[in-house]
């Protein structure tokens, strides 16, 4: 059988999630140990252990099949990759950042700068989007400390907490790109492997639908029946049972983790009792 080969990073930020991606697909893998590739027990998948600078370049000629990535790394490297989806991991944003001392009134301000930056690529891109011609200088690590060196006077660079640009001395005053890590693939696939990728999809997309889904079960009397279901945005109308004390029912439905915070005093108002939010694994659609 066809076996696709998808590369995710070695050892870095998005390792972990992305091997538990897997996991929860109910993708068994061979401890990855110091090894560079390993097996699926049961599933046609080969992993491959990768620096995330690597990959797109990778994937673009084919030597591996997929990949799973940041996006940032993605934008700022030439190859054609087809980006299938966003994994909801390692989120973070490309921005510049300025020294507190710097007088910022908006990207003009930036026109003769030399800005210190790891992604000459998508800087460039969006310095002449807003038609600012500044000075790149490309650095490959600890871009933060810069300024304070007197090797820029600004920076753009990834932020997620913003305390590494605040401990420098720098203030965020724009997001160039807004990332996360993305399932990306080869261009073109022969037939077999895109339906072992669509297989592979399949399963991340129920992995990823149910994590900010949650199973909710709540007791409310009959009459408060109507206004709770309306308040509920279920993915279809939710189930009512009845419970052994008269006039009373309970009801069970699935909703987003976001919407459900939003409407429990909502919930509770109209009248419902012992809410409780389980946990779902998969949700297939
Ligand atoms: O060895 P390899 O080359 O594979 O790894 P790497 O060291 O180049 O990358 P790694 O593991 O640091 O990051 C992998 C990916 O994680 C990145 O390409 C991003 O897509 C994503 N990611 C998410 C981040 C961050 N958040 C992040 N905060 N990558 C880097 N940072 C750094 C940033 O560069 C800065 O130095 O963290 C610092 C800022 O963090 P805060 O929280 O202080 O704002
Ligand atoms: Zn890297």
């Not at 029946?225 to 052994?244: A, D, F, N, Q, Y």
């Amino acid at each position: 059988m066809t076996t696709l080969r998808l590369a995710i990073q070695k050892s870095g930020r998005l390792s972990d999630s992305s091997r538990n991606l897997i996991a929860e697909s109910g993708i068994e893998v061979e401890q990855m140990g110091a090894r560079l590739r390993s097996a699926a027990f049961n599933f046609p998948l080969e992993l491959l252990y990768l620096r995330d600078d690597d990959i797109p370049e990778y994937v673009a000629d084919g030597v591996v099949d997929a990949a799973i990535v940041g996006l940032n790394i993605v934008k700022e490297q030439e190859g054609e990759v087809r980006i299938i989806r966003g994994l909801g991991f390692g989120r973070c944003r490309l921005s510049i950042a300025v020294p507190k001392t710097f007088d910022y009134g908006g990207p003009q301000s930036l026109q003769g700068a030399k800005i210190a930056t790891s992604y000459p690529n998508i800087l460039g891109a969006y310095l002449s989007a807003q038609g600012i011609s500044a000075e790149i200088q490309v650095i490959s690590g600890s871009v933060e400390i810069a300024p304070a060196i007197g090797l820029g006077d600004a920076v753009c660079d990834l932020v997620s907490s913003g305390s590494t640009l605040m401990s420098n001395g720098l203030v965020e005053v724009e997001t160039v790109l807004q990332s996360e890590a993305v399932l990306i693939a080869s261009p073109s696939l022969s037939r077999e492997k895109e339906e072992v990728l669509e297989r592979f999809l399949f399963r991340i997309n129920a992995v990823l639908r149910a994590r900010n889904t949650k199973y909710i079960t709540l007791n409310t009397p009959n009459y408060a029946i109507p206004r709770i279901v309306e308040l509920l945005p279920g993915m279809k109308s939710p189930s009512v049972l009845p419970l052994t004390l008269p006039g009373w029912s309970s009801l069970h439905t699935v909703v987003s983790e976001d919407d459900f915070w939003g409407i429990v005093e909502k919930l509770k108002q109209a009248g419902a009792e012992g809410i409780l939010v389980l946990p779902i694994e998969k949700v297939i659609e």
